[in-house]
């Protein structure tokens, strides 16, 4: 799905810090290098993501400063989204990478259970403790031992305007959904769409019930939810898609209505408010709408193209939804000591940093200094991410088995899609996601 530079300390605990405890003589990890020495010459490491385009070639900035500190060379492998399938026949093909670019909680939890993966490294794990709220922690984590690396985040609860649009409206960005709707109401009266949505990508919809349902439920529900310990069926469930479907079934807020959304994918919505003819006034999406308004559409962040926090809904706290890229280390890759050396440097707030200043990316580690970010709006939104601390929530459908959470054209997307088609029966749609849903955890 769609989803900056330090000084480096000299020093034995800084190179512990950035690339591995065998450097000072600790056990366990490959020989890192410091001080120019490359320890891991001649090796070479593997790793496998979804990324391509501008996001594979930023993070290869990443791997380029691996090797230039290590001496280890890099390959990236674009896995497309099943990142599921390539990497399982890629095992049992025995060409199996060093390091994948996990981008589902459900997907690291499933190669943890098939015994695929190796635990990270004592120095890995300090680091995590050290530069990460525990949330992240905890969901690198299957039954106890840690095995993920966030890497990179994205923030989830962000709903992008056109500050043109607003201010011609007149309106301020809202801080409530029941403001939100109003506002909506008022840029519509001025002569554009309230929002445009991108009906056609299952996911986007999963996304808009998760902060409704987050903020109006509350954090212990939208846990156990996410564990499938609360049945969809639940009355909060319902309260959430009747509270969704007040946006979903007024033709005045969505450009082009129901059937409009329906025929709308992620980068379309995108345009129909920052391309070059704008149709709508805001678009919600993760903090990755401004890579695309930027580079697709060549708007100035914070001046053509700004946000706001998805806002409290029925007075709950505002939400804030995440979701992120974990790296992990396959114990079938052929260099999976040099694989475990990249997850000791992509822990630390220096690799974080190289991403960051290249723009269109979010870390959650908490280390690194702010001032990394190219722009005031880039700032803000780490900053957001970063102080929501164990309060943020993983995405519930990336934390669901890929069969409900994760595949198009059946489970929760499916579902959801219907549902803006037709909203009226809140109900029923809950007992369709109830129904998908115990199908899926049970397989």
């Not at 280890?72 to 060093?98: H, L, Q, R, Y």
Request: hydrophobic share 40%; with cysteine.
């Amino acid at each position: 799905m769609m989803r900056r530079r330090t000084t480096l300390l000299t020093g034995c605990t800084a190179l512990v810090l950035a690339l591995g405890a065998t450097a000072c003589g600790g056990g366990g990890g490959p020989v890192t290098a410091g001080g120019g020495d490359k320890a891991l010459g001649g090796q070479s490491v593997t790793v496998a993501g979804v990324w391509s385009g501008t996001e594979q070639e930023n993070f290869q900035k990443v791997l380029d400063a691996f090797t230039e500190k290590t001496g280890a060379k890099t390959s990236f492998v674009s896995t497309g989204d099943n990142v599921s399938t390539v990497v399982g026949s890629k095992i049992e093909g025995g060409n199996a990478p060093d390091v994948v670019m996990v981008p589902q909680v459900g997907v690291l939890e499933q190669f943890a259970g098939k015994g695929w993966l190796k635990p990270l490294s004592k120095t890995a794990q300090q680091s995590v403790d050290a530069n990460f709220a525990n949330v992240w922690k905890s969901y690198g984590s299957v039954d106890g031992a840690l095995y993920g690396l966030y890497f990179k985040a994205a923030h989830k609860s962000t709903v992008w305007y056109s500050p043109d649009a607003l201010n011609q409206a007149g309106v301020e960005p809202p801080k409530t959904y029941d403001e939100m709707l109003k506002a909506g109401q008022t840029v519509s009266d001025s002569g554009l769409a309230a929002f445009s949505v991108a009906g056609q990508d299952g996911w986007t919809l999963t996304d808009w019930f998760e902060n409704i349902y987050l903020s109006q439920a509350g954090p212990e529900k939208y846990d156990a939810l996410a564990a499938h310990e609360l049945k969809w069926t639940d009355a909060s469930v319902v309260e959430a898609l009747t509270t969704l479907g007040k946006l979903f079934k007024d033709k005045q807020l969505i450009e082009g209505g129901q059937k409009g959304a329906l025929n709308t994918d992620f980068p379309g919505s995108v345009e129909k408010v920052f391309g070059p003819e704008p149709e709508a006034g805001m678009v919600y999406e993760g903090d990755f709408v401004a890579g695309v308004a930027k580079d697709q559409f060549g708007k100035e962040i914070g001046k053509d193209a700004n946000f706001f926090p998805f806002p409290a809904v029925a007075g709950g706290e505002a939400p804030v939804v995440s979701g992120g890229d974990a790296a992990v280390v396959l114990k079938d890759g052929k260099n999976s000591e040099a694989g475990m050396a990249l997850l000791e440097y992509l822990a630390t707030p220096e690799a974080a940093a190289v991403w960051a200043e290249a723009g269109g990316f979010l870390s959650p580690n908490k280390k690194l200094d702010l001032a990394s970010y190219g722009n005031d709006v880039g700032r803000a939104t780490a900053k957001s991410l970063v102080d929501a601390g164990d309060s943020v929530r993983f995405d519930m459908s990336d934390q669901a088995p890929a069969a409900f959470g994760g595949t198009k054209g059946t489970g929760e997307w499916k579902i959801l899609q219907d549902f803006l088609r037709d909203p009226s029966d809140p109900k029923a749609t809950a007992a369709q996601l109830e129904a998908a849903a115990a199908k899926a955890y049970k397989g």
